[in-house]
Nanobody
Framework: DVQLQAFGGGLVQAGGSLRLSCAAS????????IGWFRQAPGKEREGVSC????????WYADSVKGRFTISSDNAKNTVYLQMNSLKPEDTAVYYC????????????????WGQGTLVTVSS
């Protein structure tokens, strides 16, 4: 009965913005870190950002620091990823994911995966 529902993907021009949402249900929110992986065509799936449901601490991949901001609304069990100054290399399928604290934000450690939402950034 665990679900991670992702929304907000779309097509934008380079320099534009998108906001992704991930609604979580079926588990205790504050026991997990929740965030995003992405997979671009021909590339490995990579961690993008995550936030702790317990204390709000955050992590960002170097490639998105200063451009993306992750936040959470614990009352709604929802995590948001505000993506600004988008670049063509941000084009990917973005996957919401959750890992039990204190495990690392890595592909092999993920406990729950949501469906992907496609972000396409035109040049």
């Amino acid at each position: 009965d665990v679900q991670l529902q992702a929304f907000g993907g779309g097509l934008v021009q380079a320099g534009g913005s998108l906001r992704l949402s991930c609604a979580a249900s079926g588990f205790t929110f504050d026991d997990y870190a929740i965030g995003w992986f992405r997979q671009a065509p021909g590339k490995e799936r990579e961690g993008v950002s995550c936030i702790s449901g317990s204390d709000g601490s955050t992590w960002y991949a170097d490639s998105v620091k200063g451009r993306f901001t992750i936040s959470s609304d614990n009352a709604k069990n929802t995590v948001y990823l505000q993506m600004n100054s988008l670049k063509p290399e941000d084009t990917a399928v973005y996957y919401c994911a959750a890992v039990r604290i204190p495990n690392y934000w890595s592909y092999s450690a993920i406990d729950y995966w949501g469906q992907g939402t496609l972000v396409t950034v035109s040049s």
